[in-house]
């Protein structure tokens, strides 16, 4: 399938008229406070939240391309509050209650973020709306049914998820052969550039300069190098996510995955007539290799998934540039899905990185004795819990023994990935294991195909 915009690092920007303007880079050596590396939405929501708790700290951002470049710019945007890492790893090292707040405390992230966007003034058509997680076959309906299952096994109530049968799910979206959907409740619609990008301003009204074109090279107690210059400060927070592994040091610690979407050409009033989709959901499906889509402000549909899903050497991308095999893929799970979509043209097309922990459970924390500070392995749900992070992290960084402090995902720490060529090995056989699940689920297997529990075994999903 042609498309008419590959990369230009996403569809996002091109919707805002383009990517910014840089902002200038950091100018020789400098003593700070608090130096935060990365100015997307962890280490800008870190930023917000400390600055306005301890207005005299001189806190400053290092950002080696533009506020927004990496994932915050490129997203789905789901403001979705959710929850997809095991919570019985969690469980493990702390108690049951301790993921219970835990899950109650990124359900709030939805929320939270709608109410810093309004008081900041940041226009980023949120719309409140639920989570459709579509069935299309007998295993993919009994996975659904199992994540409603779990999902009230730990507490979370009606007024949070459901599920709904087959004629309510293509009433509210026609997708075919919809068999029902697990729904989550009070999540939101964003365009993920708007958002980070009136971030990025909010946090330089507060008085925290964002020194972009501004390379890392080396993270160490007190001192963070780049090539513009060294920044000395007593805290350091590593905010840098799906590019952690470019640090020196930090090959091995968070595999960068890819992900990338497709947006298509705004939809008809006729079309969007056969299709639905009045409520702006945000759409997934139960299949192993997942997609992920929402309808615009404009109308038009943008679908993601996991195409190529991995470099080898955790290498990413250049400016968002996909690659073709990737874009067939995802026109096929859209016009799959929704096959009314057939006659449309897809306008842009890019992927990025996000960052996955040996365990796929993501992680905030702060070493005081090293003074520095992480957040991030989000796993793709990154939009709504990196807000938790910055929240969580000012009270880290200030010492404050919160509830925040106190849930289990705080200073948890894992093993690292493999070395290559191991690691690419594994994730490519994870997701071929999966592609060959899916189809054999697709064909009529009646149960979650072993292969895909195979998969999972292999890499610790």
């Not at 008085?207 to 007593?234: D, F, L, M």
């Not at 500070?373 to 992290?393: E, F, H, I, K, P």
Request: charged content about 25%; aromatic content about 8%.
């Amino acid at each position: 399938m042609d498309v008419k915009k590959n990369g230009d690092v996403s569809f996002w920007y091109a919707d805002i008229g383009g990517v910014p303007g840089y902002r200038p880079p950091l100018q020789g050596d400098i003593v700070a406070d608090v130096c935060i590396v990365g100015a997307g939405y962890t280490g800008l929501w870190t930023a917000y939240y400390l600055k306005q708790a301890a207005p005299h700290l001189d806190i400053v951002v290092v950002e080696k391309e533009f506020a927004g470049f990496g994932a915050s710019g490129r997203n789905g945007g789901w403001l979705s509050g959710g929850f997809s890492w095991s919570r019985e790893k969690y469980e493990q090292a702390s108690s049951r209650a301790g993921v219970v707040a835990m899950q109650a405390a990124m359900t709030g992230t939805v929320n939270e973020v709608i109410s810093v966007a309004e008081t900041e003034g940041i226009d980023a058509d949120i719309r409140r709306t639920d989570e459709l997680l579509v069935a299309t076959n007998e295993a993919q309906e009994q996975r659904a049914k199992a994540m409603y299952a779990d999902a009230r096994s730990w507490e979370l109530t009606d007024e949070r998820v459901g599920y709904i049968d087959a004629p309510e799910t293509r009433r509210r979206i026609a997708v075919h052969n919809a068999r029902g959907a697990f729904v989550i409740k009070k999540v939101a619609r964003v365009q993920p550039a708007k958002l980070v990008q009136g971030l990025a301003k909010a946090v330089e009204r507060l008085g925290v300069p964002i020194y972009e074109q501004t390379t890392v090279v080396s993270i160490e107690k007190g001192k963070v190098a780049t090539n513009r210059g060294v920044v000395r400060a007593e805290k350091i927070v590593r905010a840098t996510e799906g590019f952690t592994a470019g640090i020196a040091g930090h090959e091995r610690l968070w595999l960068a995955l890819n992900s990338a979407i497709v947006v298509t050409e705004p939809l008809s009033e006729k079309l969007w007539s056969e299709i639905g989709w009045d409520g702006y959901e945000v759409l997934g499906d139960a299949a192993h290799t997942y997609c992920y889509a929402q309808r615009t402000r404009e109308g038009r549909i943008a679908m993601g998934g996991r195409g190529v899903p991995y470099r080898f050497g955790s290498k990413t991308d250049v400016r968002g540039v996909t690659q073709q095999a990737t874009i067939d893929k995802l026109h096929k799970i859209l016009t799959t899905l929704l096959p009314q979509t057939r006659g449309l043209k897809l306008d842009h097309a890019w992927c990025g990185t996000l960052g996955v922990p040996r365990d796929w459970c993501t992680t905030v924390g702060f070493d005081r004795q090293a003074g520095i500070g992480w957040a991030g392995g989000y796993v793709g749900l990154g939009v709504s819990t990196s807000n938790l992070s910055g929240r969580t992290l000012r009270d880290l960084l200030l010492g404050n023994d919160t509830e925040l402090t106190r849930l289990p995902w705080v200073n948890r720490t894992v093993r690292k990935w493999e070395p290559e060529p191991l690691r690419w090995l594994g994730v490519h056989s994870m997701y071929q294991l999966y592609r060959i699940a899916d189809e054999r689920e697709a064909k009529g297997l009646p149960r979650t195909s072993r292969l895909a529990a195979l998969a999972d075994r292999i890499t610790g999903h």
